[in-house]
């Protein structure tokens, strides 16, 4: 897919292209109608933010091709679902993939399987099965959302990155999931990413990180932050073996 987009980007006109699957006209689309908030790479303008940054890397295909879709009200970005057809919503999305260091949609892409390296299908059965890593993340939209979406993550963690991340998780955890910790008034403790943090009040992600569960300050002994990551240190407790798996696994992605 590389070679293919490299292909559709040095040439320049993507009508003729349309059946490259991934980014069909998604860059004479986003040329024509995003660049100038956003910048000709995704760099972003004053008009738009950068569509290259963690936050934009980190937003799922669903959740990509939602906000182009609906956009965010009360911002400059507008929706685009009623002048862009089905199709151009996700070409225009597989290239900000491109621009953001990828290949395109994950659920376009051809490519998108696991690589055939025996190494990476082996992790990718650790990662959904034992190792239980997929009951908090996700990866072509399957997963759980207590950690962030997995997708595109070898375009934006090196390799010295990814493995401190696996390796210890605390020492630098990723915006957006930082901890706070209630102490109820029974004595017991509440842990998780939270929401909303107000004089008021606090909301915190259950642990199936379906439900934002509201705690009152004033009912409660009290809450602090944790530098501590809600990721549990499972990598360390594999074998070397499953450990190469794993990483081959995530390098994949
Ligand atoms: C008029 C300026 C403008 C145009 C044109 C525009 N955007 Fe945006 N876009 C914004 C702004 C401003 C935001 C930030 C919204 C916010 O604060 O959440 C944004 C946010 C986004 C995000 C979410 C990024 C994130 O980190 O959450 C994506 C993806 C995006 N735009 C893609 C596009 C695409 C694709 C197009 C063209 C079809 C486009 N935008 C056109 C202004 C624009
Ligand atoms: C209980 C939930 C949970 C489990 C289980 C879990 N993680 Fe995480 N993971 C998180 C959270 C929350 C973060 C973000 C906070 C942080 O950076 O530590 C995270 C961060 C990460 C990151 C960094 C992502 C980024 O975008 O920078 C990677 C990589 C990762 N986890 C891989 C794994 C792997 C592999 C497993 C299985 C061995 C696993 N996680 C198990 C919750 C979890």
New binding site residues.
């Given amino acids: 897919m590389i070679y293919r987009s490299a292909v559709v980007l040095s040439i320049g006109f993507a009508a003729s292209f349309s059946s490259f699957a991934g980014v069909g006209e998604g860059q004479v689309l986003y040329d024509g109608f995003c660049q100038i908030c956003h910048g000709g790479t995704g760099e972003g303008q004053t008009m738009g933010k950068s569509l290259t940054d963690n936050n934009a890397s ?1 937003l799922s295909d669903a959740e990509l091709i939602d906000v182009i879709t609906a956009g965010r009200s009360g911002t400059g970005m507008v929706a685009w679902g009623s002048s862009f057809s089905e199709q151009e919503i996700l070409d225009v999305a597989s290239y900000v993939r491109v621009l953001q260091g990828g290949t395109g949609l994950a659920e376009v892409d051809e490519n998108a399987g696991v690589s055939d390296d025996p190494a990476a299908l082996a992790g990718e059965q650790l ?1 959904s099965g034992s ?3 997929i ?3 996700s990866y072509r939209d399957q997963g759980g959302n ?3 979406n ?1 997708d595109g ?1 070898s375009a ?2 090196d390799n010295n990155q ?1 493995i401190q ?2 390796v210890n ?2 020492q ?3 915006s957006g ?1 930082e901890v706070k910790v209630v102490e109820q008034n029974d004595g017991t403790f509440i842990r998780g ?1 939270f929401r909303n943090d107000s004089e008021l009040a606090v909301q915190i992600q259950s642990n199936d990180g379906r439900r934002w569960v509201t705690y009152f300050k004033d009912r409660v002994n009290s809450v602090t932050d944790s530098t501590e ?4 240190d ?2 360390a407790t594999l074998g070397a073996l499953e450990q190469e798996q ?1 990483l081959a696994f ?1 390098k994949s992605l």
Avoid at 229 to 232: A, D, K, N, T, Y
């Fill in positions: 980190r990662f190792a239980g890593c009951s908090c993340h207590v950690g962030p997995l993550l934006r963690l990814l991340a696996l998780p605390s630098s955890i990723v999931y990413r990551s809600v990721m549990p499972v990598y794993l995530l």
